[in-house]
């Protein structure tokens, strides 16, 4: 079985066809971080219009690079939410139009269960990522501790009552002068620094619950980089590479403080069968982190997986492969007349509440 999937929801124009056996048969990526670096961020306006010039002939050549048609396919899958309206409307009615005119079932798909079942498509005998799983979802626009129990069935544990992960690396590094997107730059540059140097706050730590704060961390970071060029005139680049890595490292353990207890709880309400801690979305291509998850997930006994590192970030691959579980668990499924949604909980199923807007 071939499915289809399309991602427009943020800045990257992303095609892919996924088997039913686990194989990426086609995969294109269009990213648009130069249009939108000149301003610092992702503009909605420009993204949106850049996914109407480029989506026909990534399709095309996802397509062609794969010697098939689209009626080989048996299903095409869009992300329907959450993110940018404009994007949304652009690859959910292409997909929709591409269903329709081939008598193909359209299915609908939340962009972050899509990072939720990526480390699926790449787990070969599936036995590493079988449900349940607890999760950390890491991407430019969450933080959240979910606990998976099938493809359509999520209960969220916690969230960031402030900045999400990516974010804060986001805005961590435009503060200290690095490009965007941050996250990678401040991987980069934490690797030259000294993570003891600066004292920062851990928000939360300790605290009931499983959620997350981070506004805090990035205002500290901005404090200690103040008092540097109060001191030097400028931000020397020794101080920036000690910055970097004193606020990955304060990430990290901020993460573990939350998943760790995340993981008791979970161990709790599952004595019996496997304890599987999944990592995804942006963030988890992090080398950093996912050293120090890993070495959490081993004081705990649970096996760890997380996708590859190109798979972490926003891509085709994981939209088709969302939509294979779907048509796989359900093969009559068609969701022609489910609306784009810009906000769509993990924890509420694809029929949307009319008159509710979250
Ligand atoms: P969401 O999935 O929440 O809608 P998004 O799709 O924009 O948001 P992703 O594509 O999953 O987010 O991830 C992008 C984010 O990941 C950016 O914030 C980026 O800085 C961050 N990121 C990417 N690589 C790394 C890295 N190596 N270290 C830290 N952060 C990273
Ligand atoms: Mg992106
Ligand atoms: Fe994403």
Not at 311 to 319: E, K, P, R, S, V
Not at 330 to 340: D, G, L, S, V
Request: glycine content about 8%.
């Amino acid at each position: 079985k071939y499915v289809l999937g399309i991602e427009t929801s943020c800045d990257e124009t992303a095609v892919a066809i996924v088997s039913s056996d686990k194989e990426i048969i086609a995969h294109k990526i269009l990213s648009q971080i130069e249009e939108h670096a000149v301003y610092g961020g992702v503009v909605p306006e420009i993204a949106a219009r850049s996914h109407i010039t480029h989506l026909d002939s990534l399709v095309e050549n996802c397509l062609s690079s794969a010697d098939l048609a689209l009626q080989d396919m048996n299903a095409i899958a869009a992300t329907t939410g959450p993110g940018l309206i404009g994007g949304l409307m652009v690859g959910m009615m292409t997909a929709k139009a591409m269903a329709q005119s081939s008598g193909l079932p359209f299915i609908a798909v939340n962009h972050l269960a899509a990072h939720a079942l990526t480390p699926r498509l790449t787990d070969p005998d599936g036995s590493k990522t079988a449900f349940p799983y607890l999760m950390l979802l890491m991407s430019g626009g969450h933080c959240q501790i979910l606990e998976v129990l099938d493809v359509d069935d999520f209960k969220r544990l916690g969230t960031t009552l402030d900045d999400a992960t990516g974010e804060a690396f986001d805005k961590t590094a435009k503060l200290l002068g690095l490009g965007y997107p941050g996250g990678p730059q401040v991987e980069q540059a934490a690797l030259k620094g000294d993570k003891t140097r600066f004292p920062l706050p851990q928000p939360m730590k300790g605290k009931a619950g499983f959620d997350f704060s981070f506004s805090g961390l990035k205002t500290a970071v901005r404090r200690e980089a103040e008092k540097c060029v109060a001191e030097h005139g400028y931000l020397r680049e020794i101080e920036i590479n000690d910055l970097c890595a004193c606020f990955q490292d304060t990430m990290a353990k901020c993460l573990m403080d939350r998943l760790g207890r995340a993981m008791k709880d979970y161990t709790s309400r599952h004595s019996k069968g496997g304890r599987r801690l999944i990592i995804a979305g942006g963030v988890a291509a992090n080398t950093y982190l996912r050293n120090a998850l890993e070495s959490l997930a081993c004081e705990h006994n649970f096996t760890l997986s997380a996708p590859p590192l190109a798979l972490c970030t926003d891509n085709g691959a994981m939209i088709a492969w969302a939509g294979m579980e779907r048509f796989l668990k359900t093969p009559e499924i068609n969701e022609i007349n489910q609306p784009a949604r810009p906000r769509w909980p993990l924890d509420q199923k694809a029929e949307p509440r009319v008159g509710r807007g979250k």
